[in-house]
C-alpha cells in the first residue's frame, strides 16, 4: 500500500484529504506539528509527503529544505499544498526542494491522480 504523509496544522483540511485519498486506496499519515515531521517521516517511511506551506513554528519551504538535506529521505517525493498562488510561489516551493505544487482549493477529483504522476517521475 502507498503511504502518503500529509503535514498539515489545518484539521480541517487533513480530514478532507484524508478521505479522499483513503478512498482511492492510499494509507494516510497525518502530522499536524511541523516540529515532529521528520521523526514521523522516520516512523513511517512514506511514499510521499504532502506539505502545507503556511504553518505555525516552521514553514514549509525551510521544513522542505531541511527533509531534503537528510541524505535518506532526499528521494521522497514532496509536494507543496498551498494557498499562496502570487507569482513566484510555485518557483519558490520547487527551489526549497518541492518536487510539485498543487494549489489550494484542492481539485479532489484530480488529486489522487496527481499524487500518482509525482511518484512514478521519481521511480
Known amino acids: 500500500m502507498t503511504t502518503i504523509l500529509y503535514?498539515?496544522?489545518?484539521?480541517?483540511?487533513?480530514?478532507?484529504?484524508?478521505?479522499?485519498?483513503?478512498?482511492?486506496?492510499?494509507?494516510?499519515?497525518?502530522?499536524?506539528e511541523p516540529t515532529r515531521a521528520i521523526e514521523r517521516i522516520r516512523e513511517t517511511n512514506p511514499d510521499l509527503i504532502l506539505m502545507d506551506i503556511n504553518m505555525p513554528d516552521i514553514d514549509g519551504y525551510t521544513l522542505t529544505h531541511s527533509i531534503k538535506s537528510i541524505p535518506e529521505f532526499s528521494l521522497i517525493p514532496i509536494v507543496a499544498v498551498t494557498a499562496n498562488v502570487m507569482r513566484g510561489d510555485r518557483e519558490r516551493s520547487l527551489e526549497a526542494g518541492c518536487d510539485g505544487y498543487i494549489q489550494k482549493p484542492i481539485d479532489i477529483d484530480t488529486l489522487p491522480d496527481q499524487l500518482r504522476r509525482f511518484m512514478e517521475k521519481e521511480k
Do not use: P, Q, S
Not at 7 to 32: C, P, Y
Open 7 to 32: 503535514i498539515e496544522d489545518n484539521f480541517d483540511n487533513r480530514i478532507l484529504i484524508r478521505r479522499v485519498l483513503m478512498a482511492e486506496g492510499f494509507e494516510v499519515v497525518e502530522e499536524e
